[in-house]
Every structure is written in structure tokens, then in C-alpha cells.
């Protein structure tokens, strides 16, 4: 039984000391609601770092991404995607703690993927 207790709490702990995933949830104004969200919120896909991931927000024409960890400086981001889509998709702003992106029109059903590079 110990043996099974030890694997246990080690995978817990592995799971646990990952790096940290951003929040979860962009607020997306105009996004629509879906099952499990509300309006205005965009679903940050699982496995999405600060450094990277996908967001779904049909409907919005901005979407804010809260870093989970504090940064010492406001990282450089891209953002790839909407374009394919005839969507003019950018930066708006970053700070070391959120990065904003804006398009237009809005974005469709297709997820949008950001690149963030910080120098901390």
C-alpha cells in the first residue's frame, strides 16, 4: 500500500510544479456565450502558457489574456490566425501582467493563437 501512496502523491506533485498555465478565461467583449462560459469570455485552450496558446471568442472584437505570473516586463506578442480569415488582427497593448489584441471585424469560431516573448 505505501508504494501505491508514494507513486500517488508524486504524481500529484508533478502535476502540481508545471509551469503555470494562464488563467483559463480572456475577457472578450462581444464574445458569445457558450456551454460552460458566459458572454464576453473567451476560453483559453488547456496547455496555454503565458508563452503561447489558442483562444476561442466568436464574436469579440477585443480579447485580454491575464498573464498568471507577474512579469518584470511587458513581453513582445504576436498573434496569428483571424488573418486566414480575412480578420485584421493586432496588438493592442501589453503590459507585465496582461496583453491585449483587437480585430476586425470579429473574430469567427476559429481560435486565434498568440506568441509572447518576455526578456525576464
Known amino acids: ?7 500517488a502523491i508524486s504524481i500529484a506533485m508533478l502535476v502540481l510544479n508545471q509551469k503555470a498555465v494562464t ?3 480572456a475577457a472578450c467583449p462581444g464574445a458569445e456565450e457558450g456551454p460552460g462560459w458566459a ?9 496555454s502558457t503565458d508563452m503561447d496558446g489558442d483562444v476561442y471568442a466568436k464574436g469579440a472584437t477585443r480579447c ?7 512579469h518584470k516586463t511587458a513581453p513582445y506578442c504576436k498573434i496569428t490566425g ?10 493592442l497593448r501589453t503590459t507585465p501582467t496582461d496583453v491585449t ?4 471585424p470579429s473574430l469567427n469560431e476559429e481560435p ?9
Open 1 to 7: 500500500m505505501k508504494p501505491f501512496v508514494f507513486a
Open 23 to 25: 488563467s483559463g478565461r
Open 39 to 47: 458572454k464576453n469570455v473567451g476560453v483559453i485552450a488547456t496547455k
Open 64 to 70: 485580454t489574456i491575464k498573464f498568471h505570473d507577474k
Open 82 to 91: 483571424p488573418q486566414v480569415h480575412h480578420i485584421m488582427a493586432k496588438v
Open 101 to 104: 489584441f483587437a480585430f476586425d
Open 112 to 120: 486565434f493563437t498568440y506568441t509572447c516573448v518576455f526578456k525576464d
